[in-house]
């Protein structure tokens, strides 16, 4: 078995979808970003990729390769599940953490859980997603940006 944690935060602009999780919510403004910049799914390859010593999404996806220019992240977690896979492994569970002031995200969360879950072959019931806020503090308190936080649990073979 092996752990890894995950991290990443974009900063909101206007003129960009938010999308978290492979979902797109209602928003004014959406995170900027080379792909997608679903920071949620970025965590999770980046605690993936940790787990696996296989460095973090920047040395697999590049912002320099315009193949990756607006990607949908669920893709790329795809590719990353395809590592997972050829190296003998298979995502136990995962627990995440969606830091913003605002929007609302519980309506999203059972949608991005199954996102998540397909894409990763594993029960919806062992991808934990809860959202918090940090009381106004800091850039995710004032608005400026959303961050981010994952940890996954690999095992060898099929779980």
Known sequence: MRIGIGYDVHRLIAGRPLILGGVDI????GLDGHSDAD???HAIMDAVLGALC???IGKHFPDSDSAYLGISSLKLLER???LISNHGYAVSNLDTVII?????????????????SSVLGMAKDDVSIKATTTEKLGFCGQGEGIAAQAIVLIARGQV
Do not use: F
């Open 26 to 29: 209602p928003y004014d403004r």
């Open 39 to 41: 920071v949620l799914i």
């Open 54 to 56: 296989l460095g973090d």
């Open 80 to 82: 990353v599940n395809g």
């Open 100 to 116: 913003a002031e605002e929007p609302k995200l519980a309506p999203y969360i059972q949608q991005m859980q199954t996102n998540i």
